[in-house]
């Protein structure tokens, strides 16, 4: 059974600096891995999508990394800001969606 | 250009209630997903759809019901609401399988059974 795993669960940083979150799945065979924001109280806001033949996607200052081999996938925010401040949740593809339960990131100015 | 549309946002029932939550999405995706998202539990899987007229269950199945009469439309029915289905529920859409389809969410109904 495919089990996606979030960490860390909360994070808070000041305002600049670069970060990291990191997540990590039981079963390579994957179609692909979507990464998400939520807003408190919002629905889901796709940032970006690493196809499985893929190493990594990039975004203005996202950029998501993914090895199928080791089940891991990070996103690397860089130069955090205040409107940063949501959760970030990702989820694998395997002909449907499964979440982890997310990092929940505060950047204070 | 709508997306993916939930229909209602927000509704309060009581125990025992039926109602059916519409998920409409104009991209002409052959995929649908009803989720259902908890504190501490994540985004869970209710049931899903891959094309009309098909169904299929999901991780949490239970206490739900689902049809997919017309391409464009899910509908995820409650027949008899229990406190336990008290939740956030999201509806999704994608064109199908493969590594190049992402999926495109709505914007969440909020139901709380009392």
Redo the contacts between chains.
Sequence with gaps: KQEVTQIPAALSVPEGENLVLNCSFTDSAIYNLQWFRQDPGKGLTSLLLIQSSQREQTSGRLNASLDKSSGRSTLYIAASQPGDSATYLCAVNIDKLIFGTGTRLQVFP | NAGVTQTPKFRVLKTGQSMTLLCAQDMNHEYM?W?RQDP??????IH?SVGEGTTAK?EVPDGYNVSRLKKQNFLLGLESAAPSQTSVY?C?SSYG????????????TRLTVV
Excluded: P
Excluded at chain 2, 40 to 45: Q, S, Y
Excluded at chain 2, 97 to 108: E, I
């Design positions: 997903y989720y501490g539990m994540g985004l869970r899987l899903y999901g999201f999704a399988a493969g590594s190049v389809y992402g999926y495109t969410f709505g914007s969440g």
